[in-house]
């Protein structure tokens, strides 16, 4: 086992920005019902990622799309269904994150990335991230979906992390802060959305990296 101080994190929504992603990406097809379209999407995935746990994320894509249009009243063609992803590498970083890693490295924190991807959109926007990353793990190598354990124990068994030097930071408390907290670790909940779940459950609430650069 290593002494070595480990933070990992969530990408999407966390440290990419993918709600606008999301709504630049599906505007031209949505156009007026973007936020009903974007709102339904994120009531749908954890369905879909629950029912279809193994299938890719790509897949996932889809079929969230095509639920949350029903929701919102749109009949997406299969063109529309392929948009995320193939707008997938267009995701940008959100103002502070580029800095905030940067820091981190600088502290000597060693960082990891554990999302709910495939490997080749995570491959499509990782230079986004600013810096290098030392372990990634991606819901294709687990074939699972947080909030399932495998990302965790897959990056356990790969990084060979104490727990006790193990902080997780995200934007999610469904899909990561209640995990981190099933497993005793450290949980900073980056909360950029001020979604009014039970802050009670982590370690630290802060609205954005920046902020958790400051207190890391």
């Known amino acids: 086992m290593s002494d070595e101080r480990w933070m990992t994190f969530d990408c999407y929504g966390t440290l990419l920005d993918w709600q606008s992603g999301f709504r630049r990406i599906l505007a031209p097809f949505a156009g007026g019902r973007i936020d009903a379209l974007v709102e339904a999407f994120h009531a749908v995935e954890p369905e879909v990622e629950a029912e279809m746990p193994t299938s890719s994320y790509k897949a996932i894509l889809r079929e969230g799309v095509a639920r949350a249009s029903r929701r919102a009243g749109l009949e ?22 580029v ?42 190598e687990v074939h699972s979906y947080k909030p399932a354990l495998g990302h965790f124990t897959r990056f356990e068994a790969v990084s060979g992390v104490e727990r006790r030097n193990w902080v997780h930071a995200a934007v999610s408390w469904w899909h990561d802060m209640v995990p981190a907290k ?35």
């Open 76 to 97: 997406p063609t299969s063109a529309d269904l392929e948009r995320l992803a193939d707008g997938w590498g267009t995701i940008g970083p959100f103002d502070d994150t």
């Open 99 to 140: 800095a905030a890693l940067a820091e981190l490295k600088r502290q000597g924190w060693r960082l990891g990335i554990l999302t709910n991807c495939d490997d080749d959109l995570f491959a499509a926007t990782r230079a986004a991230l600013g810096v290098e990353i030392d372990v990634v793990v991606t819901a294709e």
């Open 182 to 216: 099933e497993l005793g670790l450290r949980r900073i909940w980056v909360d950029r959305e001020d979604s009014g779940h039970d802050a009670s459950i982590v370690t630290a609430r802060v609205p954005d990296m920046a902020s958790l650069a400051a207190i890391a």
